[in-house]
């Protein structure tokens, strides 16, 4: 009985004291998490608080150091990313510091080739975050004459893939253009490139995993195949790294080399399909830069899905948007029917519609206007409007004077007379 008991004593004592332990261990778990979860917290504000001071420091030295007109910068180091895509690293010319820049923008650049009369000017995004040593660099695509069409392919892109050097010097723009984004936000984010348009979204995804990121950003890459995939090796080492990014990478025309679940995640081209069969839900920032078509039916997507408009940026890489593509919203805006005179060429021209801009009317009817980027950003097609209004297919970077336009990005409201 004596040793029943005694056993029963034990018992008791023994699952006091475990209760005891569990209890402790519980309080001491709760503490070790709440401590955590604090220093996580800790962590992340203080990544936050870094973002955003470095961010108002770029938009404090852009501010103060940039410059205006055209710089002399030296390419320092020339590579190849994929095929006929080059970038560039270029510094000050006379070794001074560069100013940051926000991640997104871009360079304007004019060239001055020994066998054109003009100058040309034209547009690169930078392609890396800024760098506290002032470099900046830029990722070029060559760009091949259109199918079936009796034209040279593209001049500059070309120039600058096969023919500048390490040495040369650029005759460069500082960094503008409000493609931007706040990288000290925790708002989840989507990049959404289609070939060469990775090169701002790179720029913003580098500039966020700089040092480290909690934020949750997912990056949709189509591109046509393995050898068109730049970047590829850079962006699968970030992903390796940052648990909290995603990647989706279509290949539209995968080879027999190209190897799903290795090479690319996806066939096929991005739409609207694949990302709401990625997405949880439309709670992001969309980030859009690629070929006109891609961008048109996919920010039109994503609006039919519900994100609001302000939460879509698009970035527009020119030439092809402006000048070949049917403009965006001309047919709402201006009348088709309408005549353009470019008095001092004395050419009266009848705008239809199918015309696109007034630069592009003017281009195809022998009328000599000076262009740039074609995408309303570098400001050298601005005309003087001698009678007459425009409506802009969208809104321009650069706000022309009054009685002035844009004609890359422009189209007439109703009869219009132009100096030019
Ligand atoms: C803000 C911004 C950022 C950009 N960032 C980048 C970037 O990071 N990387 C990049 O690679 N590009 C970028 N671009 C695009 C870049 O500025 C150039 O538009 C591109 O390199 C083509 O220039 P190009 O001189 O080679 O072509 P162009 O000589 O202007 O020719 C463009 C196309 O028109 C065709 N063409 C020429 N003549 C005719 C004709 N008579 N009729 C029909 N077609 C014709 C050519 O064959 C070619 O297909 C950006 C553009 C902008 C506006």
């Given amino acids: 009985m004596i040793g029943i008991l005694e056993t029963l004593g034990y018992v008791i004592v023994a699952g006091t004291v475990a209760q ?24 992340l504000f203080e990544r936050r608080v870094e973002l955003s001071l470095r961010h108002a420091e770029a938009e404090r030295d852009l501010a103060v150091n940039s410059w205006s007109g055209f710089r002399k910068l030296k390419v320092v180091r020339k590579v190849r990313e994929a095929e006929d895509v080059h970038s560039l690293e270029l510094v000050a010319h006379n070794g001074r510091p560069l100013p940051r820049y926000l991640p997104g923008q871009f360079l304007t650049f004019q060239f001055r080739l020994p066998d054109r009369s003009k100058p040309l000017v034209r547009c690169y995004s930078l392609s890396d975050a800024p760098s506290d040593g002032g470099r900046y660099r830029i990722s070029v695509k060559k760009v091949p004459a259109p199918e079936g069409a009796a034209c040279d392919p593209g001049i500059v892109s070309g120039y600058l893939n096969d023919v500048v050097r390490e040495g040369d010097i650029l005759d ?103 990302l709401r069969d990625t997405l949880p839900s439309t709670n992001y920032l969309f980030y859009l830069c690629g070929p006109a078509p891609m961008m048109e039916s996919v920010a039109g997507g994503l609006r039919d899905w519900g994100v609001p408009s302000e939460d879509i940026r698009v970035e527009a890489f020119g030439a092809a948007t402006a000048h070949r593509q049917p403009t965006e919203r001309p047919a709402a805006e201006a009348k088709p029917g309408v005549e353009v005179r470019f008095d001092r060429s004395g050419k009266t021209l009848n705008w239809d519609g199918s015309a696109g801009s007034i630069l592009a009317l003017a281009e195809s009817n022998g009328v000599a206007l000076e262009s740039g980027c074609r995408a309303g950003h570098c400001g050298t097609c601005i005309v003087a409007i001698k009678a007459g209004a425009v409506d802009y297919v969208a809104e321009p970077a650069v706000v022309p004077e009054p009685g002035t336009c844009l004609a ?8 219009l007379i132009l100096d030019a």
Avoid at 253 to 259: D, F, I
Avoid at 408 to 415: I, L, T, Y
């Fill in 408 to 415: 890359c990005m422009a189209v007439p409201r109703d009869r």
């Fill in 20 to 43: 005891m332990a569990l209890g402790l261990y519980g309080t001491w778990r709760r503490g070790y998490l709440e401590r955590r979860s604090f220093a996580a917290e800790a962590r």
């Fill in 172 to 274: 460069v723009r500082g960094p503008t253009g409000a493609f931007t984004g706040d990288p000290a936000s925790d708002q989840p984010i989507v990049l959404i490139a289609g070939g060469i348009g990775i090169t701002p979204l790179l720029s913003m995804l580098n500039a966020m995993c700089d040092g480290q990121t909690e934020r949750e950003i997912r990056l949709f890459y189509g591109v046509r195949n393995r050898d068109q995939h730049a970047f590829a090796e850079h962006i699968a080492g970030l992903r390796r790294l940052y648990p909290t990014l995603h990647v989706v990478t279509c290949y539209s025309r995968p080879t027999e080399a190209c190897v799903l679940g290795r090479d690319y995640d996806r066939p096929g081209r991005i739409d609207l399909a694949l």
